[in-house]
């Protein structure tokens, strides 16, 4: 059974490929397109045959292979794959499909609506961090320098195809990673999910859990696509996510959702400073987080140097520190003023120091 969500002019489907709208796509409404498949090494290792085997109109598919990682998210690897569609002499009626993390949804959308002012695409996400999170809501981008997505535009796919079976390859620390976009969902918006979430290991996170968080984003992103108010909710941890991700890029680079998990905490702490989160809910969220996710050494020895990265967010506004905090589990509110010293002294949770 495929469940299916309606987007932004685009929709979501999530459960086995085979019952998706992808053969229909392919045989009728692509049926004359070249088809490109754009995965990393891992994804080519993992899942692509999964697809070869199973589509006839995909085995002429010329497939461009990337090296993976957030350090690849960037405009020198975009070029070679310009190059590349150019030479397959890719044109605006055929199809691109991004197959892989949220490193290959993010750079693959990017890619696909900049050639030749937009080819189309369907993200099929194979993390479990993309599949909750990264492969819908239309932000598509790469980074530049150590700032994260700095580079990039809203566009949205024909579809987001999410199958979980392409979880059965991805190793388990990645998984514990990707549950980090999931736990937010829950503690933003919806409370139930947010318990169901503290209760399973990554191994019993089922079809459901993933189409609740999808859902969860979609009805933000459906109601402020542009990010003017209300999808601000979604930046919830991601604000020192984006700093510490930053720092580290050209030292030992901290996987996405890992540095999401670290900001959830530094930003509920935040939440309760500025007296909004109860202190039995922050625990309640630092007990947890802590037992999944490792704290970092001497992290507030970097402090002055986060706050730098945190100076080019673009998700900052005018010279404040815009945050989206927890009013309690299940409910955030946006665009709160947050001082250097409450940063600062916020970041100590994530410090083996203390
Ligand atoms: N556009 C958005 O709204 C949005 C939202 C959240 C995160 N993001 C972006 O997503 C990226 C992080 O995504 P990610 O955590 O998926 O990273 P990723 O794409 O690097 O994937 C993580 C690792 O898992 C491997 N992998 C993926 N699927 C696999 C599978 N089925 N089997 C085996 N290995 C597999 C990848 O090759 C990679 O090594 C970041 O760049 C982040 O900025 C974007």
Known sequence: MIKKIESQGYYIEIGNHAESSLQQLLD??????????????????????????????????????LPPGEENKVMEICFQVWEALTEYKIGRRDLIINLGGGVITDLGGFIASIYKRGVQFINMPTSLLAMVDASSGGKTGIDLGPFKNQLGLFAYPICTIIDPGFLQTLPDNEKVWGKAEMLKHGLIADKAHWDTLKEKDVHDITLEDIATSASIKNNIVLKDPKEENERKKLNFGHTIAHALEAYFLDKSPLPHGYAVALGLLVESKISIDLGLLSKEEYYEIEHFILQQYDKIDNISTIGETLLGFMQNDKKREGQEYNFTLLNTIGQSSINHTVTEEVILEALKVIDTQF
């Open 28 to 65: 009728v409404d692509f049926a004359q397109a070249k088809k490109v498949i754009i995965v990393d090494e891992n994804t080519h290792d993992n899942c692509l045959e999964a697809l070869l085997t199973h589509y006839e109109a995909l085995k002429e598919a010329e497939v461009i292979l």
